[in-house]
């Protein structure tokens, strides 16, 4: 009897265990899908931009999230030393609804669409002063206030930098110099090939010449010996 009960409480015991296995199994599958439709916000495969001072700049930024928004909100701040200063902010409702933007900078302009899942901002007149790290924060109330965000970075120049391409010139000359040999070569020896085709045809003319010659002749002579012998006869 105790070995039995020995044997159920094992039993048991494993059964449990099976059961926390399965839950913990099910807990992360339905981690990985929570992340998998989570917000995300991306500023694009290159996060930096170089730009002259002057001039105007794209701070790119785009959001996604596979069960949708709604009152999604966002903004974009730039790291001021450490200080977090808003450039501007908004609540989109839903998908395909504008978003009424408040701007808290002068030369920033919103040509983000809601349409495109596109928050980005346009920087006028870029100073060195603008230049640091520009974050784009986005949370959606739809995914339990699930926020994320991105930093792009304006790096601001005098003058643009130039590239140096002489290891390119060097490189494409050096192929369009073997290509034009490689081509020279096909055509000369395509002419060495038609010339000694020439000459075999010329040759063999010449031999077939020769032995018809030879065979008219060898015949001549035949026949004359044969009519001078006759009259003996």
Known sequence: MEAQRNSRSFLHRCARSGDAVHASVV???LVGVWCAQALE???GKVH???VM???SVL???TYSSCIGIKNLYFNWQYNDNGTMVKICEAVIPTELVEPNVKIYHERVEFVGSSKESNISILLWNVTFEDEGEYTCFARNPKEKDRNHSAIFTLIV???LREVDNTLTIIIVSVIGGV???VIIIMVIKAVVVHILNKAQEKNKECLVSSSGNDNTENGLSGSKAETK???KA
């Open 41 to 43: 916000v991306s500023v």
């Open 179 to 181: 290509i034009g040999l």
């Open 59 to 61: 701070l790119p930024c």
């Open 229 to 231: 012998a006759s009259p």
């Open 27 to 29: 807990i992360t599958l």
């Open 48 to 50: 930096f931009v170089e």
């Open 53 to 55: 001072n002057g001039s």
């Open 157 to 159: 120049v005098d003058q």
